[in-house]
């Protein structure tokens, strides 16, 4: 993609330490692709999924509960030896904001350098998340290619953020609540233990 340093490989012996933060209402193969690709790419050694709390930007939304929502990652990542799903978001009361994520990765993980995972609809909002100038010091940050949204570093720190292009899943969240209240299918949009618990928990029906 543009022309910019990567940093793919640190030399400094650091751990690499992903973060693909989301409210994961249910998580999908859009954000697993995503995850994998980056953890290839810029030769991650784990990449930790971090479910929000309380998204403060979707205060407006009904949004399912977070053990419903931490459940279905854990399932959707268990069989990948490199993911992990963390509490932190979650067990913290009160809204979600990216700086506490980082912070508390931070000191939990001080051997490690941070790269936090972004599609491109949520890195064009950054600028608008709380403390945004300094989220730029405590992580690197990945900006994916997302169908339906450009993905740019437009007005971003230089240096602080990269861009890469991931396969193209036209996949949302959105889309598989509807479809679930629809009675379609969402086999294959998301992973089967996923499909699995949305019946069990009968989740998204009344949507
Ligand atoms: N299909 C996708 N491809 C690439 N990145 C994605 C995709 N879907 C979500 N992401 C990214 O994953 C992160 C978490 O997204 P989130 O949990 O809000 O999913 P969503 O599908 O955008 O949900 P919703 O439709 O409810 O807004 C965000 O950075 C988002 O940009
Ligand atoms: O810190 C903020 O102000 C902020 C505002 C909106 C979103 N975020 C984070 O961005 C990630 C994706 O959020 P969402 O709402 O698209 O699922 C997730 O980790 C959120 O906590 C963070």
Redesign the pocket.
């Known amino acids: 993609m543009g022309e910019q340093e990567v940093p793919t490989e640190s030399g400094s012996g650091r751990r690499r330490l992903g973060v693909?933060?989301?409210?994961?209402?249910p998580?999908?193969h859009?954000?697993l692709?995503?995850a994998s690709e980056v953890a290839a790419l810029f030769h991650l050694d784990e990449v930790v999924f971090v479910p929000t709390g309380q998204p403060w930007q979707?205060s407006h939304k009904a949004v399912s509960p977070a053990e419903d929502r931490y459940l279905m990652t854990v399932i959707a990542t268990a069989s990948n030896p490199q993911f992990s799903v963390s509490r932190i978001d979650i067990d913290r009361p009160g809204p979600t904001y990216t700086i506490d994520t980082l912070r508390d990765l931070h000191s939990h993980n001080a051997d490690s350098d941070l790269f936090f995972?972004?599609?491109?609809?949520?890195?064009s909002q950054i600028l608008g998340w709380r403390d945004a100038t300094e989220l730029f010091s405590l992580s690197h940050f990945i900006g994916?290619?997302?169908?339906g949204h450009d993905l740019t570093d437009d007005g971003l720190p230089e240096g602080k953020v990269s861009l890469v292009e991931?396969p193209a899943?036209?996949?949302?969240?959105?889309?598989c609540?509807a479809r679930v209240a629809k009675g379609d299918p969402v086999w294959y949009l998301v992973p089967d233990g996923v499909v699995r618990y949305i019946d069990k928990r009968q989740l998204y029906r009344g949507e």
Do not use: C, E, N
């Open positions: 693909m933060g989301g409210t994961f209402d998580i999908h859009g954000h692709v995503a979707k995972i972004t599609g491109a609809d949520a890195l994916v290619t997302r169908p991931v899943l036209a996949i949302s969240s959105t889309d609540r």
